[in-house]
């Protein structure tokens, strides 16, 4: 089986610039450790996407959002600040202000939203099992507002895309970054069609502080929206457990047409933003999971690879991850030491009570809770 790997160089512009913890290089250092490893052709082939129209933003985004962004990023560029970024304060919080002047930041993230064009085609047209999407993952966006790094919501795209040119009525949208993917979850919180699982760190514990086992989707989407907010610390027997407990069920039950997976390394153990406990070994579990549950249900996979905050860490984990879904059986090594308390998983346990909990309040909508 050859893999087609959507990335393209102009990604690297996704770039909040000197400072921040998102910055472009993920998209220059992954493809070449990915080569190092993994040599193109009969594996896997690198395929660039076109970029998107103004129309396909509108399936996401308002108007007014849209004009703002490019605006923002026109004024910024110039050095000035938009005389309306104060009066719609539309990117609300600062984490989405670039650093010095954006450059071509808003192109870049109308890229990805390319990108999950070209993997729609590829999976519906062309039937391609397993289609892998290098950037994007930006799961906090929404309608009106960008926010945690993220202008516009591809994951959402997708789905909606899906929904609307090829008329599918059942996607599983598999969260697996360390954040909750709360804007995802906006989109489709009353939407019966697309089945949102999130696991994600504690929101006590971290941005942006939604996701709750207890949000589980409203009117008729209600018990379409399942939220794991995982254990500090949680480690690879714990998403062994998220797994078996509550995603490969729940999967197996809505029987998805197209299973839509994102997330980065930002749960490894060693990410400066999160608080998880993943070593590489659990990036490629999840890969592996993903594969086989593509494979149980008859159904095909887009997964999106973007999230990461410890640039040591990342190509590791993202190989690992796309090691594990394209079945490449490469052997990627830990980049970093392995402190003592993460040698195990010391919070399955507490994992083990929160997924019981999880299962729980889902019991009236999915008989494999029950
Ligand atoms: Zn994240």
């Not at 690198?46 to 962004?69: H, K, M, N, P």
């Not at 696991?199 to 949000?215: I, K, M, R, S, W």
């Amino acid at each position: 089986m050859t893999v087609s790997i959507l990335y393209r160089e102009e990604l690297r512009e996704y770039d909040f610039g000197v400072g921040h913890p998102f910055r472009g290089d993920r998209y220059e250092i992954f493809p070449k450790v990915l080569r190092e490893h993994v040599s193109e052709g009969s594996l896997y082939h690198i395929v660039a996407a076109e970029t998107c129209s103004e129309e396909d933003l509108r399936l996401i985004c308002s108007q007014a959002y849209i004009d703002f962004s490019r605006e923002y990023f026109r004024a910024a560029n110039l050095g000035e600040t938009y005389e309306r970024s104060m009066e719609f304060p539309r990117f609300h919080s600062l984490d989405n202000l670039p650093r010095g002047r954006p450059g071509k930041l808003e192109e870049a993230a109308r890229m990805m939203i390319g990108q999950m064009k070209k993997a729609a085609a590829l999976i519906i047209e062309d039937h391609e099992e397993i289609l892998i999407s290098i950037g994007g993952n930006l799961h906090h966006a929404k309608p009106d507002y960008g926010e945690g790094f993220c202008i516009y919501n591809d994951n959402a795209f997708l789905a909606k895309y899906l929904m609307k040119e090829y008329e599918l009525e059942r996607i599983m949208i598999l969260d697996t970054d360390a954040h909750q993917g709360n804007g995802t979850s906006e989109y489709f919180y009353s939407d019966p069609r697309v089945l949102f699982v999130d696991l994600h760190q504690d929101p006590a514990t971290l941005y942006p502080g939604v996701g709750f086992a207890n949000d589980i989707g409203l009117g008729e989407g209600k018990g379409f929206t399942v939220n794991v907010p995982m254990p500090v610390y949680a480690g690879v027997d714990s998403y062994r457990i998220a797994f078996e407990q509550v995603v490969e069920p729940v999967a197996k039950e809505f029987k998805p047409q197209v299973i839509i997976r994102n997330g980065g390394s930002d749960a490894h153990f060693a990410d400066g933003l999160t608080n998880l406990g993943l070593p590489i070994e659990g990036f490629k579990l999840i890969g592996e999971k993903v594969r086989l549950l593509t494979q149980e249900c008859g159904c095909c996979e887009v997964d999106i690879i973007g999230s990461g905050y410890n640039i040591q860490v990342l190509p590791s984990a993202w190989l690992a991850l796309v090691g594990g879904l394209a079945n490449f059986g490469v052997e990627v090594e830990e980049p970093v030491p392995v402190p003592d308390r993460f040698v195990q998983d010391l919070v399955a346990d507490d994992t083990a009570k929160v997924v019981q909990q999880v299962r729980s309040y889902l019991t009236d909508y999915w008989n494999c809770f029950r």
